[in-house]
């Protein structure tokens, strides 16, 4: 592992240990020629996925393009990081069990909408507004009406 301090490729792991969601391992590393300490996590990749985007080209998925998605959409939002990464996870983990290397950005979507669904309404509304590309208030009093039923539905279900 490179340092990000100096570039060093002489950095050795000091401490190892399972990160929260124990979806990974948590190292500490210590550059010998700069003295600079970082942490670095590592995943288990089942295999290597692609994506197929509307316009039928094909990128490589980046955990790192879904965890940003999220963040968007729950930007000043008080949903603990914590439930972020386990919604990621959950979804990158149905990714590569699902026994495709090709995955279409719809699908990739559909997914998101239902992990912020359950994490937070407005988050959801911001999502489904860029996803499902509103153009009109009617959109946003239909998504909204939708929210309200299956609140109302949990509400009698309790």
Known sequence: MRCPFCGSDETQVKDSRPAEDNTSIRRRRICPDCGGRFTTFERVQLRELMVLKKTGR??????DKLVRSFQIALRKRP???DRIERAVSGIVRRLESSGETEI????IGLQVLEALKTL??????RYASVYRDFSHAEDFEHVISEINAKISRDSTAD
């Open 104 to 107: 279409s950005s719809e699908e």
């Open 120 to 125: 937070d309404d407005v988050a959801f509304v």
């Open 79 to 81: 949903v603990d990081s």
């Open 58 to 63: 094909k990128a490589p998925f980046d955990r």
